[in-house]
Structures are given as C-alpha cells and as structure tokens.
C-alpha cells in the first residue's frame, strides 16, 4: 500500500480539501482536548460551537443544515472497520493525518475487500471534507506514535444513539448509531459488540509504512 495525498487526483473519488476556512481558533481549542493511547470519539464538543466557524461551517459547508463539530483524537495504525452516512464529513486536523478509505461503489452485498482499500494524507490545519460515498472509520497516525487531534463536523446528532426501527432491508443490519451505518473485520471490539461483519481480507496496518 502506498500512501498518497489528499491533493492526488485519486482522492478526487473520496472527497476534496476545502479552502477560504480560517480554522485557527478551532485548531487552537482542539490541541487542549485530550490525545490517548487509543481512540476516543467525541460527537460534539461545546467549546468548539461557540466559535465563529461554527456558523461558517453550518451555512457556507452545510447549507444551513444543523450541525456538530466534535473531535476523534488518539493514536491508531490500523483499519478495522468502515463506515458511512448520508452526507459528507468534515475533518479538520491539527497535525498531519491519514485517511484509510474505501467507496461504497465498491460494495458487494454490503462486504468489501479490504485490498480495495486507499491510504491518504491530510497536512497539518487542512480541512477535508470525506463525500457521503467515502468509506471511513478512525483516522491514522502520519508519523509512528505522533497520534493525530482531529475535529469532526456533521449532521447535528450523528453517531449518537442508534433509532429504534423495524429492520425493512438488508442495509438495516449495518446501523449502527443514528446516520451510521457500520461494516466491521471480524477481528474487532466492534464485531464483538453486535457489528455486521463485512470486511474481507486482511485488516489494513500502516504501522510499517509511517
């Protein structure tokens, strides 16, 4: 696996890197948030709402839809699980980052091989935004045990508890949370705590690429 950058053509499939975003004052709230030996996972965060980019992001990225900035910050090499929602994610990071990544036109009977798989990197302050067809999970170190701080801007109420449903479709067995559908290696905490298993292959490590 070779890891490219977010500026290659190839990441054109997944997302983009916006621009005009003065991310300074979220950047500098997001370096006080905790950075553990793991991964930890923060839907929404108050003190990064009450900053001006909070409306930034609401009308000028998400059209006026309601939103949360939250934060997934630790350390991680590996891909695990992926996962999707019905519209884009932005991640805003603090120091350089990268994105394991899939699409979901790649799916077959909502399992992927995970050789499909893409390795990007994401520089230091950048802002991507990861199309709602992007396949992703836990961000990944850039550079061995340097960890990342990442800021996470989605739909207002986005992987918080899942709804209670009827399951109608196939699709139904991959939610997760509210706006997360989940597609799990079985060689995780996740397919032990109830999530589809999907992932076929080897589960991806960077370890020895970083």
């Not at 054109?12 to 890197?17: C, I, L, S």
């Not at 004052?25 to 980019?53: H, N, R, W």
């Not at 990007?120 to 701080?149: I, Q």
Request: hydrophobic share 40%; charged share 25%.
């Amino acid at each position: 696996m070779e890891i490219l950058s977010v500026f290659d053509a190839e990441f054109k499939k997944y997302g983009r890197v916006l621009d005009g975003l003065d991310v300074t004052e979220l950047l500098s709230e997001l370096a006080k948030t905790e950075k553990p030996d793991g991964v930890v996972y923060k839907p929404s965060e108050p003190e990064f709402e009450k900053l001006a980019i909070f409306d930034v992001l609401k009308n000028n990225v998400y059209g006026g839809m309601p939103i949360q900035i939250g934060y997934c910050n630790g350390t991680n090499t590996k891909l695990n699980c992926v996962e999707y929602h019905r519209d884009s994610e932005i991640n805003i990071v603090l120091q350089d980052t990268v994105f394991l990544l899939g699409l979901q036109s790649d799916l077959e009977n909502y399992t992927l091989k995970t050789e499909t798989i893409k390795a990007f990197k994401a520089p230091a302050g950048s802002a991507v935004e990861l199309f709602a067809t992007a396949l992703h999970y836990a961000p990944c170190d850039a550079k061995k045990g340097d960890g990342f701080r990442v800021a996470v801007v989605l739909p207002r109420s986005t992987n918080t508890d899942k709804p209670q449903l009827t399951a109608i479709c196939d699709e139904d067995k991959l939610l997760f949370a509210k706006n997360k559908w989940l597609i799990a290696h079985k060689d995780t905490s996740e397919a032990q705590n109830g999530a589809f298993v999907g992932l076929i292959g080897e589960n991806i490590d960077i370890k020895d690429l970083i």
